[in-house]
C-alpha cells in the first residue's frame, strides 16, 4: 500500500490554475506578441475554446454577466495557432509519409495554412495551387459524385452563418448525411433530455450559477476543459455552497484550485473545489446516480406535488429503484453505500441544485442511459425548472451547439424541414441522412466518394485508429476547410485526393458572425482582423462551390455571401431565432427563446417531464457487471490540460505530472500487483488494437481501472456505439497491461 500513499501525497501538492499557469498564459501571449494578443483577446468576438460563454459584443474578455477580465488559458492557446505565420511552402516538398511522422502537436505547429493544397490520387505529396483552381476541382469532383455517396461534416468552430449554407448546399446537392462533431460527443445527452424534458440543452443560464447552493460535477474536468467554470464552482464554496464530483479519477484541479482572477484564491495557495469526491469503477455511472436516488427515495425527500403536476413515469422509476439492492450499486460502483447516501443527504438538503456533466457520461455504450438516469435525479426533487437550479450539459467546441440548432444534422425537425422547403421554394431530400458512424462505415465499405469536412479532425475523431484512416482512404475526394494542417489531412490519404482550402479564423471573419454557447446564448463576432492575405470565410467557399455545382438552383448561393442574408433566412425557418435577423444592426446578443427552463414547463408530447426506470444490473452492458476476464482493466481516454478536443498544443500534462501522451495512468495497488514501479514501460492489448511501449504513470484511480490520452488510444477503442445516440465507446474499453518484460 505504500506506493497508494506516495502517490496520494504528490496528488495534494499539486493544485490547478495558480502562478503556474498564470505564468504560462503570459509567455503565450509573449510568444503571440503583446500587441497583437491583445488586439485578439479585446475585440468583440467569441472565444475559440469552449463553449462557455465569453466574448462577443461585451468584449472579448467579457463573460455573458458581463463579468471583467474573463479569459484562461485555453483562450490564449487557441488564439495561439491563429496568429502563427503562414507555412513555408517548403514544407509541402516533403512526402506525405514525411508529414505523417508527426503529431497533432507538431502539425498544428507548423504555422497557418495560407494557399490551397491539392493532392492527386497517385501523388505522394500536397501541391500548392491558386483559389480559381481550388474551386473549380471542389465543383467538378462534386458534379460526378452521386449524392447518396457523399457526406458534408462540419466542427463546432465554425459559423452560424457558415453552418446553415453547408446543410443547405448538402440538401439541395440532394443528400441528408449531413453531421455536426456532436454525433461523437453530446449527442448522447440530445437524445436522452429531448425524450425526457422535451430540449437537448441546457436548462440553466449563466447567472442560475450565482444562485445555487448545490453543483454536482459529473464525467468531466472542468480544470483542464472548461477552466473558466471553475470561478463558479469556486464562488459556489464561497457562498457556502457545495460541490460533489463524480469521476472515476481524482483530478487534482477539482480537489483544490488557485483561480487567477481571485486574488485571495491565489494567496491561500488555492480553493478547496470538490465538498464530495466519488470515484466510482469507469462505465458504472447509472448504477451510482441510481444509488443516489434510491437514498432519496427511501428518506421521503422527494418533491412529490411537483412530481404529480409536472412529470410523468414515477411509479416506474421507484419502483425499479426499490428493487435494486444495496449490495448490486456497491458491487458494480466500487462506491460503498455509506459514501452514496452522504451525497444524498447532501442533495436532500439542497435548495438550488445544478447537475453539470461531460463527456464521460456520454461516452459510453449506454450514454443516454446514463443522462436519462442523471434527468431522473434532477426531477425527483424539482431542480429542473426553477431558478439557480437545473441541467447543464458541458460542451466542446465554442459553437458545438449553434450548429446544431440551425440545422447541420441528419434529420430536420419536420416544422424545420417545411419551412426551409417554403421559404426558398425548393423540395428537399426527406430521407434520413447517415450519423457520424453510419458515413463512416459507408466508406469503410467503399460506398462513399466525396466528404466535405469544414473544420475539426475526423481522423483523431474516430475510434479504432488504423480502421479510420482505411476508410478516409477509400473516399475518392476530400475537401478539407480548416486554419492549419492536422493529423486528419496526412493519414487516410493513401490513394485518394485531397483538397485543402485554407479559411479564416472567427476573428478575421470579413463580416460579422454568430455563434451559441453552452447557455442557449447567441453571440456575435465581430471579425475584421486581418493576418493571412490568401485565406477565405467559409461562407464564401460554399456560396462559389454551390453556384458552379447546382447551375440553375432556384436558390442564388451568391447572396449567401453577405451573412444578413444567411441570418435573416434563419430567422424565419428555425423556431426561436427571430432575433437573430437584426443582430449586426442592434447588436443585442440574446437567450435562445423556451430553453432556459425557469418554469416547469416542458416541450414533451406530454407536456410533462418524464422519468425512465433504472436498467436491471443484467441489461448493463459494463465491465464491472460481467466480469470480463479476458481484459481484466476498463480503460478511459481523457484529454489533458494542454490540449483542447483534438488539439493538442503540448505534451505535458501539469495537473496529472506526465511528460509525454503516450502513457497509461494506473491504480498504485495494480501496478504493485503487476511488479510495475514509476520509469516502466508496457503494452495495453484490446479487441481493437495494441499500443507498446507505453509509459506507467501511478494515479489515483480505483483498481481495475486506468487512463490513456484521446486521441492516441483511439488505436484501442472499437467502433462499438450506443445503439440509441450512435456515440462510441470512447471511455469505456476493456484492456489488458502487460509489463514489457513479459510481452
Known amino acids: ?57 461585451l468584449g472579448g474578455m467579457t463573460n455573458e454577466l458581463g463579468e471583467f477580465p474573463s479569459v484562461c488559458n485555453k483562450s490564449v492557446q487557441a488564439q495561439s495557432t491563429d496568429t502563427q505565420p503562414s507555412i513555408p511552402n517548403a514544407i509541402f516538398d516533403h512526402t506525405i509519409s514525411e508529414l505523417q511522422e508527426l503529431n497533432e502537436r507538431e502539425l498544428a505547429s507548423l504555422g497557418r495554412l495560407n494557399t490551397p493544397l491539392f493532392k492527386a490520387a497517385g501523388a505522394d505529396r500536397f501541391t500548392p495551387i491558386d483559389w480559381r483552381m481550388a474551386l473549380f476541382l471542389t465543383a467538378e469532383r462534386l458534379k460526378r459524385t452521386d449524392p447518396a455517396r457523399s457526406f458534408f461534416y462540419s466542427s463546432g468552430r465554425s459559423s ?27 449527442q448522447a445527452t440530445g437524445v436522452a433530455l429531448g425524450a425526457t424534458i422535451g430540449s437537448g440543452t441546457a436548462t440553466v443560464e449563466l447567472s442560475d450559477l450565482a444562485h445555487c447552493d448545490l453543483i454536482f460535477v459529473v464525467g468531466a474536468n472542468p480544470a483542464s476543459n472548461h477552466p473558466r467554470l471553475l470561478h463558479q464552482l469556486k464562488a459556489c464554496r ?34 478547496e473545489i470538490a465538498s464530495l469526491y466519488l470515484q466510482p469503477n469507469i462505465g458504472t455511472d447509472q448504477m451510482l446516480l441510481a444509488g443516489i436516488a434510491k437514498a432519496v427515495l427511501a428518506s421521503g425527500n422527494d418533491e412529490s406535488e411537483y412530481i404529480d403536476r409536472y412529470t410523468i413515469g414515477f411509479s416506474d422509476y421507484a419502483a425499479s429503484l426499490v428493487k435494486l439492492p444495496w449490495s448490486t450499486v456497491v458491487r458494480i460502483t466500487g462506491v460503498s453505500e455509506a459514501d452514496i447516501k452522504r451525497v444524498a443527504d447532501r442533495y436532500i438538503q439542497s435548495e438550488n441544485a445544478v447537475f453539470a456533466w461531460g463527456m464521460g457520461l456520454t461516452h459510453h455504450i449506454d450514454g443516454v442511459g446514463n443522462i436519462e438516469q442523471l434527468a431522473n435525479l434532477a ?35 419536420a416544422e424545420v424541414l417545411s419551412a426551409m422547403e417554403a421559404h426558398f421554394n425548393v423540395k428537399l431530400p426527406s430521407k434520413p441522412g447517415l450519423d457520424t458512424m453510419g458515413a463512416m462505415q ?63 479564423a472567427r476573428d478575421e471573419e470579413w463580416q460579422p458572425t454568430t455563434q451559441e454557447s453552452m447557455f442557449n446564448y447567441v453571440r456575435l463576432s465581430d471579425g475584421g482582423i486581418e493576418r493571412q492575405d490568401n485565406v477565405r470565410p467559409e461562407s464564401w467557399i460554399l456560396a462559389e462551390v454551390a453556384s458552379q455545382v447546382l447551375g440553375r438552383s432556384p436558390i442564388d448561393f451568391s447572396m449567401f ?6 441570418r435573416q433566412a434563419i ?27 425557469h418554469t416547469p414547463s416542458f416541450a414533451t408530447s406530454s407536456g410533462k417531464a418524464a422519468f425512465v426506470p433504472v436498467s436491471q444490473p443484467e441489461q448493463l452492458s459494463t465491465h464491472f457487471s460481467t466480469q470480463d476476464v479476458t481484459h481484466p482493466f476498463v480503460m478511459t481516454t481523457v484529454r489533458s490540460e494542454g490540449q483542447f478536443n483534438s488539439i493538442v498544443y503540448e505534451d505535458e500534462d501539469v495537473y496529472r505530472q506526465t511528460t509525454s501522451r503516450w502513457c497509461v495512468l494506473m491504480c498504485p495497488e495494480d501496478m504493485e500487483r503487476l511488479e510495475l514501479t514509476v520509469g516502466d514501460v508496457a503494452s495495453l492489448v484490446s479487441d481493437a488494437g495494441q499500443m507498446d511501449n507505453v509509459a506507467v ?47
Open 571 to 597: 430567422a424565419k425557418i428555425i423556431p426561436e431565432m427571430s432575433e437573430l435577423a437584426d443582430i449586426d444592426v442592434a447588436k443585442e446578443e440574446f437567450h435562445i427563446q423556451r430553453r432556459v427552463l
Open 238 to 271: 464561497d457562498r457556502g455552497g457545495d460541490v460533489i464530483v463524480i469521476n472515476p479519477a481524482r483530478e487534482p484541479g477539482l480537489v483544490k484550485f488557485a483561480v487567477p482572477k481571485s486574488p485571495g484564491s491565489m494567496i491561500a495557495g488555492g480553493t
Open 697 to 743: 504513470v501511478p494515479f489515483d484511480l480505483p483498481p481495475g481501472n486506468c487512463m490513456t490520452y484521446y486521441p492516441e488510444a483511439n488505436i484501442l477503442t472499437g467502433t462499438t456505439v450506443d445503439p440509441r445516440s450512435r456515440t462510441p465507446s470512447f471511455k469505456s474499453t476493456p484492456v489488458t497491461i502487460l509489463p514489457n518484460a513479459r510481452h
Open 1 to 57: 500500500m505504500a506506493p497508494r500513499k506516495v502517490v496520494s501525497s504528490v496528488q495534494r501538492q499539486v493544485v490547478g490554475g495558480g502562478l503556474k499557469k498564470v505564468l504560462y498564459t503570459l509567455a503565450k501571449v509573449r510568444e503571440i506578441g503583446v500587441a497583437r494578443a491583445t488586439k485578439t483577446l479585446v475585440s468583440n468576438n467569441t472565444c475559440k475554446a469552449c463553449g462557455l460563454g465569453m466574448g462577443g459584443q
Open 160 to 186: 452560424n452563418e457558415a453552418g446553415f449554407v453547408l446543410q443547405l448546399f448538402a440538401r439541395l446537392f440532394g443528400t441528408n448525411n449531413i453531421n455536426n462533431c456532436s454525433y461523437y460527443c453530446h
Open 442 to 504: 459507408a466508406a469503410s465499405a467503399g460506398d462513399m466518394d466525396f466528404a466535405w469536412l469544414m473544420g475539426g479532425n475526423l481522423y483523431a475523431s474516430n475510434p479504432d485508429s488504423h480502421w479510420a484512416a482505411e476508410a478516409l482512404a477509400r473516399i475518392q475526394t476530400k475537401v478539407f476547410l480548416t486554419t492549419t494542417m492536422n493529423g486528419g489531412h496526412v493519414h487516410g490519404s493513401d490513394g485518394s485526393e485531397a483538397i485543402i482550402l485554407p479559411v479564416t
Open 379 to 413: 426531477l425527483m426533487r424539482g431542480m429542473v425548472g426553477k431558478v439557480g437550479a437545473g441541467l447543464l450539459p458541458l460542451r466542446g467546441h465554442s459553437n458545438v451547439q449553434g450548429i446544431g440548432t440551425i440545422g447541420v444534422k441528419p434529420v430536420l425537425a
Open 561 to 566: 455571401q453577405e451573412h444578413r442574408e444567411v
